[in-house]
């Protein structure tokens, strides 16, 4: 018997027993289409115990397992009948754009994108960004573009957000723009999961940069994680095990952006990671103040226990706002254009998006919040075969329209 046949026969009994054991979550009460989202939930959580075994037993580590099982997702730049897709090389990393052939003599729109994937893993290759891409280049007659970064674990922060400003910044020169026949004031800054963080940050940063005089119309904010202060919101609580983003793997993302050393995932597990020294900035992700009422409901606001202060010695980034976006204060948040933020019910990120709409409102910026009440984190990628989820169309639709009107 082949390998192949092995790993398919290990994983049907694995799906068995998960679709077996998970049924006890009521998807029918949380989700449109119950069967599905409990499929693509097993599956899932499948790849994610396959990895952890990986790691476990010494073979490879949880990245590297991602990364292979991602292998065969990595498209090629190809062209259709609607959008042109070229690939770029820009120091030593993957530029991919996405160009609407329609002839016009207008120039054209621009949407920069940061995608997700925790940082640690993916890229614009990958299959579920070329659709969303393609969709997107077509639908608003645009030029779409997306720039992989360097990662984890080789690179640690603040190299990937170098590498993405870098990126930003080179292609917002006019002369830049010009080539790509983009007009300069119809510029979107566009993200979701992570690369929704990026987006936010890269929009408060782009906005008080002197040296960038073309600035972005909006930012349309997918899911977004703004913070890493408070592993203890109410969303965290409610999502612990939910469907994607679990609680632990949220955790050991943003971790290891900062380092390998399991002792920062390890203090931020209990919420223990920040120091008395930054306590003021507590008030920036005080949910017990942002959050709207109804999802402040059952839940207490427990007084902080103080990490040890070599935490930010060792690990400076934990409290900077290019990953904690959150934390910009109220001079950079009203200088904030147009923003459209997506929030799922069932994301332990929810309450990042919900906090920083309560913020972005109180300091005069324009919100459209989407919030989806049977949504759940990376809800709006599943539009392929076999998946094709409803609401993930639904969703794409609702941002694409929205996009369309304001951009
Ligand atoms: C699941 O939710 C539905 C709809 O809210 C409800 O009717 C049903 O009783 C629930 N089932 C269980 C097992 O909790
Ligand atoms: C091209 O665009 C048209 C109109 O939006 C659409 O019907 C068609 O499916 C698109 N073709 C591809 C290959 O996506
Ligand atoms: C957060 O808000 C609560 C209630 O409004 C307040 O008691 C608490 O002191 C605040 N904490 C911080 C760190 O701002
Ligand atoms: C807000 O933050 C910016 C950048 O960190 C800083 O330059 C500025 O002084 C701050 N403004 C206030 C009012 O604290
Ligand atoms: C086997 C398994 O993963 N079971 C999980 C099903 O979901 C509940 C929470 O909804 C978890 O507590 C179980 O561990």
């Not at 169309?393 to 951009?407: A, C, H, P, S």
Request: hydrophobic fraction near 40%.
């Amino acid at each position: 018997m082949g390998s192949k046949t092995v790993c398919l026969m290990i994983s049907c009994a694995l799906l068995a027993w998960y679709v077996h054991t998970n049924y006890s979550e009521n998807y029918s009460a949380k989700f449109e289409q119950p069967w599905r989202t409990m499929i693509i939930h097993s599956l899932i959580k499948i790849s994610q115990f396959m990895g952890t075994v990986a790691e476990n037993s010494g073979l490879i580590s949880y990245w590297e397992f991602f990364n292979i099982l991602f292998k065969w997702q990595l498209l090629e730049p190809i062209s259709d009948e609607n959008v042109t897709v070229t690939d770029a090389i820009v120091n030593d990393e993957l530029v991919r754009y996405f160009v609407s052939k329609k002839k016009s003599n207008e120039l054209k729109r621009a949407i920069i994108y940061f995608h997700g994937g925790g940082i640690s893993f993916s890229s614009i290759a990958l299959l579920h960004y070329n659709t969303f891409a393609r969709l997107a280049a077509n639908r608003l007659d645009a030029v779409f573009v997306g720039a992989d970064f360097r990662k984890f674990p080789k690179y640690l922060h603040p190299t990937q957000w170098n590498d993405a400003y870098t990126f930003v910044k080179s292609f917002l020169q006019p002369e830049n723009l010009a080539k790509y026949g983009v007009d300069p004031n119809r510029i979107c800054f566009l993200g979701d999961s992570s690369g929704g963080g990026t987006a936010t940050a890269m929009t408060q940063q782009i906005m008080i940069d002197p040296e960038i005089t073309i600035k972005p119309k909006m930012q349309v904010l997918i899911y977004p994680g703004l913070q890493m202060l408070d592993t203890d919101l109410p969303s965290y609580r409610e999502n612990e095990f939910g469907i994607m983003l679990t609680k632990a793997l949220s955790i050991k993302l943003m971790s290891q952006y900062h380092t390998p050393d399991e002792s920062l995932e390890q203090a931020m597990k209990i919420n223990q990671h920040i120091p008395v020294e930054y306590s003021h900035l507590f008030k920036f992700v005080n949910w017990s103040v942002l959050l709207p009422e109804r999802f402040k409901k059952g839940h207490v606001y427990n007084n902080r226990i103080y990490g040890s202060s070599e935490m930010v010695e060792k690990f400076p980034g934990i409290v900077d706002p290019r990953i904690n976006p959150l934390l910009a204060n109220d001079s950079i948040l009203s200088l904030l254009p147009l923003t459209y933020i997506l929030t799922c019910q069932h994301d332990v990120l929810r309450d990042d998006g919900l906090m920083y709409v309560s913020r972005l409102r109180s300091n005069g910026v324009q919100v459209f919040h989407e919030h989806v009440d049977k949504g759940f984190h990376g809800n709006l990628f599943y539009i392929h075969w076999p998946y094709n989820l409803e609401l993930g169309w639904k969703l794409v639709d609702n941002v694409f329209t929205w996009i369309n009107e304001n951009l």
